[in-house]
């Protein structure tokens, strides 16, 4: 299993990135996936979920109405559009598989979030 984070970089608030997980090594149309982050010295934070076949979304309350959840399964790509970034959205941004109560999961991508 593989999972390949990438698009992070340094923005200013307000600004908008896409950040791409690219998958292999699995049957990524049957899994539900997860974007997780962990905040410079801060523990880890749910930030999404989707189904399988795209069609059910979730969200942190804290991203909510700013983040958009997607995945391109005939690509084996998942996507976090991430728009109206916060100074509090600068974290390692991960790519999560869950596996029968365990998890995949990518090196991270970062996101700075500056002025």
């Known amino acids: 299993v593989q999972l390949v984070e990438s698009g992070g970089y340094l923005v200013q608030p307000g600004g908008s990135l896409r950040l791409s997980c690219a998958a292999s090594g699995f049957t990524f149309n049957t899994y539900y996936m997860i974007w997780v982050r962990q905040a410079p010295g801060k523990g880890l934070e749910w930030v999404s979920s989707i189904n399988s076949d795209g069609g059910s979304t979730y969200y942190a309350d804290s991203v909510k109405g700013r983040f958009t959840i997607s995945r391109d399964n005939a690509k084996n790509t998942l996507y976090l559009q991430m728009n109206g970034l916060k100074l509090e959205d600068t974290a390692l941004y991960y790519c999560?598989?869950?596996?029968?109560?365990?998890?995949?999961w990518g090196q991270g991508t970062q996101v700075t979030v500056s002025s």
């Open positions: 999560v598989r869950p596996y029968y109560g365990l998890y995949d």
